[in-house]
């Protein structure tokens, strides 16, 4: 199955972010494709590399980088929504990419499901 996912919460103030990272690496192991993970509203946090969390806690946007690096995964940040946050592509996280909405209308056009994480 072709599976296109979108996060439109933060990494650390709110479940969707692991939910998602768990889904997709589930998926993974099961001979699922992942055509593109869509990072959306605050989710667009999950790709800033200015994100220390402490060394006794998940480090959410490293696991991101290390997926889509061993996967060949598109990790795919809406341009708008960083912009508001003050992300651009000097601090983003390896394996991330900055875009437009469109890639979310591609990715859900040629899934077979699109999978939403976040309110």
Known sequence: MLIAVTINE????????????????AALEKGHEIRRVFFYNDGVNNASSLTEPPLDDRNIVTRWSKLAEEHKLDLVVCVAAALRRGIRDENLAPGFRISGLGQLVEAGIEADRLVTFGD
């Open 10 to 25: 933060g990494p650390y103030q709110h479940q969707a972010s692991d939910s998602a990272y768990l889904f997709c690496r």
